[in-house]
Structure formats: structure tokens, C-alpha cells
């Protein structure tokens, strides 16, 4: 978010919800630049193609795909048939698949390279699919379900394995921090779990080594995501608060919270982690300093709860 020099395009971010439609927000103004109806359903997640041509909005039963640079109000990829909701979507780096993860308990790799998009791979799991991350080394998916289970999917081998850090919870968010040494997974019960993530990056499949596990909050935990430069961990919950929590000694570093922000969803950093964009049930999504704890900007205009977005911020390496 440092510098806005070479115009507000670069900066992409988007939110979305219950109230079936998609915004784009200049990021440092706070102005929605564009509103994208999505009729069929609310959207459960976002995320933006690599290239920044597309963004892609998981819904009930169906994918859209919309262009990020053209003004069609249409998607111009669509996927329907898959049976259940679809809670989880993301991209390889070099945007030639993409995986999606749904309530059906079927973790998908989609080939995008294609615009009718083909289904190369199904992992199927025995509850339904809260959350998907892929490994940095672009070779292992990390699965969270319902029943508690994180499956780590080794696409080289198509074998998994199986992490139960919490018996009767349910995983809502994994994350791996940029460097792939550490992963995060936060629970209902408001727990959050680490792991030292060993090995993984030479073509050989990474070990989870527990390492701590802390009461993040006292109510449901909906999210966790690690800082890009690795510092630092955020955790949102139904607490009505974001958490951060650095990296080295999970102490607490500052809370974000504000008097009507109710759940919060789903959270992304700045390139230069330096800030933290928030989505909340209150119909808002918000821009904060993470340091000071300190709202820099409001982006208001859903009539419904916000909860799900899609940031890339370009100007810091």
C-alpha cells in the first residue's frame, strides 16, 4: 500500500458476500470503482488469477470466472455441477490450475489453461471441505474439514496424509507462511495450531512437526493467514476481532477491533505487511495499520454481510 504513483490499477481489490454481488474498490481512496452482479448465489470465495486477468468467485454448486480488466458485467468462465457449496478456491503461481474445495468433501485441480475449465484431479475426503492452501513449493494441497482432519494431498505421488491436531472441532483456515517452515490452522473452538514444516522443498513431501497450540479466541475462529514477509500471523473469529500475532514467539502484537464489526471473515496483507484489509458481517470491509491497530479506511456499499475478498498489491516487493 506504499505509493500510488502509475495509477490505482495496479492495486486489485475486490469483495463479496451475501448480497450477490462482487465490488472493486480503489484500495486508497476507498471509492467502488465497479459492482459485478452474481445472481445465482452468495460467493463464499474469491481469488485472482496471477496474471491479474481474472478473478474467480466460488459460489453454491458453481465457479465464475470474471474479467478484471474489460467491463463485461458477464462471467466469462463458468463451472456448475458441483453438488454442494464450493468453500475455497486458489491458484498454482504460474496459473496453470486451479483448486477449489467444497462442501461435497471433493478437493478439485482444475486446468484453467483452457477456458472451459476441466477437472484434472479429485482428492475426496470424508467431510465437507472448509478451507484449502497450497504448499509454496506448488506440490502440496493442505485440506480442512469439518470433521476436524487436515489431508495433505502430495500431487506428485496423489497419495495423502492425515493431521488430527484437535479431536471433535472442525478446521476452518490453514495458511503457510511465504518461506513454507511454519503452518497455522484455527478451529470452531477459537484454537489455533502451528506446525514446523520440514523438508518439502527439494520435490520431497514436507513433515508437520507440532509445535504449539494457543487460544487464539474464545469464540469460533473463521481465519488465519500469515504475514508476506513471515513475521507475522492474523486471526479473525466471530469474537468480532483480528488478532496478530508475530511469528517468532506467538505473543500478541495488537487487536483490530471496532464497535460494529461483528464476524470477521476473511483478512489479506499488503505487500510490505504493513496493513491488513478486513471482511466483516457488519456489511464493511476495512483497511487497518496493523501496528497501531488503527482503521485507515472504510469500504461500505454491501447491503449484506462481506465475507470474502481478493487483494494484490503490487507496489511492494
Request: aromatic share 8%.
Amino acid at each position: 500500500m506504499s505509493g500510488t504513483n502509475g495509477g490505482s490499477e495496479q492495486v486489485i481489490l475486490a469483495t463479496a458476500g451475501y448480497d450477490h454481488t462482487i465490488r472493486f474498490w480503489h484500495a486508497h481512496s476507498g471509492i467502488c470503482y465497479r459492482t459485478v452482479q452474481h445472481p445465482d448465489s452468495q460467493v463464499n470465495a474469491l481469488e485472482i488469477t496471477p496474471d491479474k486477468q481474472l478473478i474467480a468467485a466460488a459460489g453454491y454448486q458453481h465457479i465464475r470466472m470474471y474479467d478484471l480488466n474489460l467491463a463485461n458485467p458477464n462471467p466469462i468462465v463458468n463451472y456448475d455441477g458441483i453438488t454442494k457449496n464450493v468453500t475455497s478456491v486458489g491458484f498454482q503461481e504460474a496459473g496453470k490450475w486451479m483448486y477449489t474445495g467444497s462442501e461435497d468433501g471433493d478437493a478439485r485441480l482444475w486446468d484453467i489453461r483452457s477456458r472451459n475449465l476441466q477437472c484434472q484431479k479429485i482428492l475426496q475426503v470424508q467431510s465437507p471441505i472448509n478451507c484449502m492452501c497450497l504448499h509454496p513449493n506448488q506440490g502440496e494441497v493442505f485440506i480442512g474439514d469439518q470433521a476436524g482432519i487436515i489431508s495433505v494431498w502430495d500431487l506428485k505421488s496423489d497419495k495423502s496424509q492425515r493431521l488430527e491436531p484437535e479431536p471433535d472441532s472442525s478446521i476452518q483456515s490453514i495458511s503457510i507462511d511465504p518461506t513454507g517452515t511454519i503452518m497455522a490452522a484455527v478451529t470452531n473452538k477459537g484454537k489455533c495450531h502451528i506446525w514446523k514444516l520440514r523438508g518439502g522443498l527439494n520435490g520431497d513431501a514436507s513433515q508437520a512437526v507440532p509445535r504449539e497450540t494457543f487460544a487464539a479466541h474464545q469464540k469460533y475462529a473463521l481465519k488465519c493467514l500469515f504475514s508476506p514477509d513471515s513475521t507475522l500471523l492474523a486471526t479473525t473469529s466471530a469474537d468480532m476481532s483480528v488478532k496478530i500475532w508475530r511469528t517468532a514467539d506467538l505473543s500478541l502484537m495488537s487487536e483490530l477491533k471496532e464497535n460494529t464489526q461483528r464476524w470477521v471473515w476473511d483478512c489479506a496483507f499488503s505487500g510490505d505487511s504493513q496493513y491488513l484489509i478486513t471482511a466483516s458481517s457488519d456489511n464493511m470491509a476495512r483497511l487497518w495499520n496493523v501496528d497501531k491497530g488503527e482503521v485507515k479506511k472504510e469500504y461500505t456499499g454491501h447491503q449484506k454481510a462481506v465475507v470474502c475478498l481478493a487483494f494484490r498489491d503490487e507496489y511492494v516487493s
